[in-house]
């Protein structure tokens, strides 16, 4: 059964910073990886998804890697601002079964 | 893209009791996926819906507990029956189309069970 991990479970830094969320996965047999966004009240918003033949993916000030062979995955976020503050989370869609499988989310704040 | 309209968006239920929660697409799809997130919990999958077909539920969910209804290929429904304070998360509806594409949910609904 896909296991993901994602490090650190929160996360406050000022704003202006650059920072580094961590997903990792047990099983590299993978379709692709997402990176959500979730905000109170207002479901997951799909920040970047990775195919497993891709190594990264970029928009705006979000950078994601992917290094299916180590079941890596990291989301770079530059010049953090306080707007970013919300739950990121990773999921994984496994060759096996219909679910995408999540993380348990790395909550960030940015403060101003 | 896919925009996904879910509600209710939270409600307070009595022990006991079941919710119904409304998933409507703005585009016909051909499978919906409702997921649980439970308190400080990653989300689980609890089944996959196809119209015209009976839902596909994960380990540990039954259809008792959670009947999926899929009229059509752009709306589908998740009743938490016989509720428990344990049912109190957050349920959400998911879509990709085609499939192993990006995936787009609604905006959940908060389920508190007193």
């Known amino acids: 059964k896909q296991e993901v991990t994602q490090i650190p479970a929160a996360l406050s830094v000022p704003e202006g910073e650059n920072l580094v969320l961590n997903c990792s996965f047990t099983d590299s047999a993978i379709y692709n990886l997402q990176w959500f966004r979730q905000d109170p009240g207002k479901g997951l918003t799909s920040l970047l998804l990775?195919?497993?033949?891709?190594r990264e993916q970029t928009s705006g000030r979000l950078n994601a890697s992917l290094d299916k062979s180590s079941g890596r995955s990291t989301l770079y976020i530059a010049a953090s601002q306080p707007g970013d503050s919300a739950t990121y989370l990773c999921a994984v869609a496994s060759n096996s079964g219909y679910a995408l499988n999540f993380g348990k989310g790395t909550s960030l704040l940015v403060t101003p | 893209s896919a925009v996904i309209s879910q509600k209710p968006s939270r409600d307070i239920c009595q022990r006991g009791t079941s919710l119904t929660i409304q998933c409507q697409v703005d585009s016909q799809v051909t499978m919906m996926f409702w997921y649980r997130q439970q308190p400080g919990q990653s989300l689980t999958l609890i089944a996959t819906?196809?119209?015209?077909?009976?839902?596909?539920?994960e380990s540990g969910f039954v259809i008792d507990k959670f009947p999926i209804s899929r009229p059509n290929l752009t709306f589908s429904t998740l009743t938490v029956s016989n509720m428990s304070p344990e049912d109190s998360s957050i349920y959400l509806c998911s879509v990709e189309e085609p499939r192993n594409t990006e995936a787009f949910f609604g905006q959940g609904t908060r389920l508190t069970v007193v």
């Open positions: 990775i195919q497993s033949s891709q």
């Open positions: 819906a196809n119209q015209g077909s009976e839902a596909t539920y």
